[in-house]
């Protein structure tokens, strides 16, 4: 994080409300999956296997809708055990009666895949 104090005429001196300006740099990490020479698109990834979370070695998250759905579902592209590449899914925010121990479950997975960086699709 930078932060600055212009005093300079018109820059905001010391006592005006602009006095400390302060600017945030953030970084977003963005990976591209190729699949030979390609990148991979949606049609392809819709087409891939669904696994369980336990199953899934994820390489990053990825968004097929594009619709608005809120924070309540998290999709990962990865690799299985035995190195296919698939998707998978964990719900969070439940309206409905769920297992305690399938929501907890969720919403730890749900936790560690939003970390991930966003996979973008061709």
Not at 29 to 45: D, F, Q
């Amino acid at each position: 994080m930078v932060s600055r104090n212009d005093p300079t005429p018109g820059g905001g001196g010391k006592d005006t409300p602009f006095a400390a300006v302060t600017t945030a740099i953030s970084r977003a990490e963005v990976k591209t999956v190729t699949v030979g020479s390609r990148a991979l698109t949606r049609a392809m990834v819709r087409q891939l296997d669904h696994v369980q979370p336990a199953d899934i070695r994820p390489l990053g998250r990825v968004r097929l809708d594009t619709t608005w759905r809120g924070n309540s579902e998290v999709k990962v592209i990865g690799v299985t055990g035995s190195g296919v590449l698939a998707t998978s899914a964990v719900s969070t925010g439940f309206t409905y009666s769920v297992p305690k121990e399938y929501r907890e479950l969720s919403e730890r997975y749900a936790a560690e895949w939003r970390k991930l960086p966003l996979i973008v699709l061709g």
